[in-house]
C-alpha cells in the first residue's frame, strides 16, 4: 500500500518537472491534466483502503493515513484535478488576451503540481515537524502563483503573503519545538518525538504546561495560514489577485490543510490538559473571525474579495465548532470542512469565468449576469446561496449541526453570538448577488471561446453541495462519525 502513497507525492513532481521542461503549450497541458487524473486515481485508491478499516503507517511515523488525513486527501486530489482541467480554460483564454505569454505555461502547471504535492506531504505525514515542512512549502510555491501574472497589485499580495504567512509558520516552529521538549523522557526514554501516533498514545503523561505555551503559538501560527482574525490580512490580497484556479485551491484546500494541524494539535492538547483550555481559545479566535469576516462582507466592491472574507468567515465557523468539543459539533466541523472547500473552489472558478465575460473584478461594472450569460449565472446563483448557508445546501446543514452542537452541550451564550454575523452574512452576500445578477448590462460581455468543460466542473461542485444537502449518504455519515470519535468528540 505505501506504493499508492508514494505514487501521491512522486505523480505531482514528476508532473511538475515534465511541465517545467516541455516547451509546447498543448504538450504541457496534456502533462498538467494527466497528472492530475493520475494523482486523483492515487487518492481514491488510498481512500478505498483506509475506508475498509486499515490505517496506513510507515516510516517510521513520518507516513500516517487515517480517516481524517484520507479525506483531506480526497479533498486535495478531487479539487485539484478541478483547477487543473479548468486551467485549460482558464489560462489559455489569458495567453489569448495577452495578460500571459504562451512560454509562462508551462511555469505555471509546474508550479501547480508543486503546490498541490505540498499540501498532500502536508495530511499524510503523522510527523508533527514534517507537517510544520509542508505548510512552509506550501506558501513558497503557491507564492509563485499569486505573484503569477507579474502586476504591481499581484506582486505585492504575494510579498504580504510570503511575510506574513512566513511570521506565522516562525510561530508554529517554536510551538513544534515546545510539542517535542514536552515529550523528551516521556515517550521514548533518551529523546523525544514529534510522532503524533505516540503522543497521542502518551499524551497524559507530557507537561501540561509546556502543552499550554505551545498550543498557544500552534493556534496563531497555523491560524495565521487558515486566516483567522487577526492575523488574516495577507488572505484577501492574495486570493483577489492569484488566478481564479489558484484562488479555488487556496480558499478551498490549502486552508482546510492549515485547520487540519490545528485538528491534530487541538486532538493533542485536548488529551494533556482538557479541552477547557484549548476550547476556550478556538472559541474566542472562531468568533473573532466569524464577526470581523460578516463585517468586512458588507463593505466589499471586489467579488473576490468578497468570496475570501467568506472564506474566513466558514474558517471561523470550523474553529468554533472545534472549540465546542461536542460529539455533534465536530461532527458539523469536519462536514462544514467539506463543504466549504467543495463549494468555495468552484465559485473561485465561476468567478474567474465571471471575470473573462466582464474583464472587470469590480461588483459595481458586473450587471445583468443572468441575462448575459444564463448558465453562468445560474451557477453563481446557486453558488453564492450555499456559501451564504442557505437552504438546502451543505453549508447550510453543516452550520445547523454546529449550532446544535452548541446548544445541546449547554453553550448557549456563544452559540447565540456566532448565530448574529452568520445572519449578517447571509444578508450581505444575497445583496451583491442580486445586484450582480440582475438588472441592466454595464458593458458589452466578452463571447466564451472554452465554455463546455468550466460548466461540467461547475455542475459537478454545486451538484455535491446539493446532494450532501438533501442527504448524507451512510458511507459518508459513518466516515464522519469515525473521525469524530478518533478526536475525542464526547
Not at 465571471?354 to 451557477?379: A, M, W
Not at 444578508?427 to 463546455?452: I, K, N
Request: with cysteine; hydrophobic share 50%.
Amino acid at each position: 500500500m505505501l506504493y499508492l502513497v508514494a505514487s501521491l507525492l512522486v505523480v505531482p513532481l514528476l508532473s511538475a518537472l515534465f511541465c517545467m521542461l516541455t516547451r509546447k503549450p498543448s504538450f504541457v497541458e496534456k502533462i498538467g491534466a494527466a497528472g492530475s487524473l493520475v494523482t486523483l486515481a492515487a487518492g481514491i485508491s488510498v481512500a478505498y483502503f483506509v475506508s475498509s478499516g486499515g490505517t496506513i503507517t510507515g516510516l517510521d511515523g513520518y507516513i500516517f493515513i487515517d480517516n481524517l488525513s484520507m479525506l483531506m486527501v480526497v479533498l486535495i486530489t478531487s479539487i485539484g484535478a478541478g483547477a487543473v482541467f479548468f486551467s485549460l480554460s482558464y489560462i489559455r483564454e489569458d495567453v489569448e488576451r495577452g495578460h500571459l505569454g504562451a512560454e509562462r505555461i508551462r511555469w505555471y502547471y509546474g508550479f501547480l503540481h508543486v503546490f498541490i504535492f505540498a499540501m498532500l506531504l502536508s495530511v499524510i505525514t503523522g510527523n508533527l515537524g514534517m507537517f510544520w515542512v509542508a505548510m512552509e512549502l506550501t506558501t513558497l510555491a503557491s507564492a509563485l502563483l499569486v505573484s503569477f501574472y507579474r502586476n504591481r497589485a499581484s506582486l505585492e499580495a504575494a510579498w504580504k503573503y510570503v511575510i506574513i504567512c512566513s511570521a506565522g509558520i516562525g510561530l508554529a516552529l517554536f510551538g513544534t519545538i515546545l510539542t517535542y521538549y514536552s515529550s523528551v523522557g516521556v515517550v521514548i526514554a533518551d529523546g523525544g518525538t514529534l510522532d503524533w501516533s505516540a503522543l497521542m498514545r502518551e499524551a497524559s503523561r507530557l507537561n501540561p504546561a509546556t502543552m499550554r505555551l505551545a498550543f498557544i503559538f500552534v493556534l496563531i501560527g497555523f491560524g495565521t495560514k487558515a486566516g483567522l482574525v487577526p492575523m488574516h490580512t495577507w488572505l484577501p490580497d492574495a486570493h483577489s489577485q492569484a488566478p481564479a484556479p489558484v484562488s479555488g485551491l487556496l480558499s478551498g484546500v490549502l486552508l482546510s490543510c492549515a485547520v487540519y494541524g490545528i485538528i491534530r494539535y487541538n486532538a493533542l492538547v485536548t488529551g494533556v490538559i482538557g479541552k477547557t483550555y484549548p476550547g476556550t481559545l478556538l472559541i474566542v479566535f472562531g468568533l473573532i473571525s466569524i464577526i470581523t469576516a460578516s463585517l468586512f462582507i458588507l463593505m466589499q466592491k471586489d467579488y473576490k474579495r468578497l468570496l475570501a472574507y467568506s472564506s474566513i468567515e466558514h474558517i471561523g465557523i470550523v474553529i468554533f465548532a472545534l472549540g465546542l468539543g461536542s460529539k455533534l459539533a465536530l461532527y458539523g466541523a469536519v462536514f462544514h470542512l467539506i463543504n466549504h472547500a467543495i463549494s468555495k473552489s468552484t465559485l473561485f472558478f465561476i468567478a474567474g469565468r465571471i471575470n473573462y465575460i466582464f474583464r472587470s473584478k469590480q461588483i459595481g461594472r458586473v450587471r445583468g449576469l443572468i441575462d448575459v450569460s444564463p448558465v453562468t449565472g445560474t451557477f453563481f446563483i446557486i453558488g453564492i446561496l450555499a456559501i451564504a448557508g442557505s437552504p438546502p445546501f451543505g453549508l447550510f446543514a453543516s452550520e445547523i449541526i454546529i449550532l446544535s452542537g452548541g446548544f445541546t452541550s449547554g453553550k448557549h451564550v456563544v452559540s447565540l453570538i456566532a448565530l448574529m454575523p452568520i445572519i449578517t452574512a447571509f444578508g450581505g452576500l444575497t445583496y451583491y448577488l442580486s445586484r450582480m445578477s440582475f438588472g441592466p448590462r454595464t458593458r458589452q460581455p466578452v463571447l466564451q471561446s472554452h465554455y463546455r468543460l468550466p460548466i461540467a466542473i461547475f455542475a459537478i461542485g454545486m451538484g455535491v453541495m446539493l446532494v450532501v444537502g438533501l442527504y448524507v449518504p451512510a458511507w459518508l455519515h459513518a466516515l464522519l462519525n469515525n473521525i469524530t470519535q478518533s478526536l475525542g468528540g464526547v
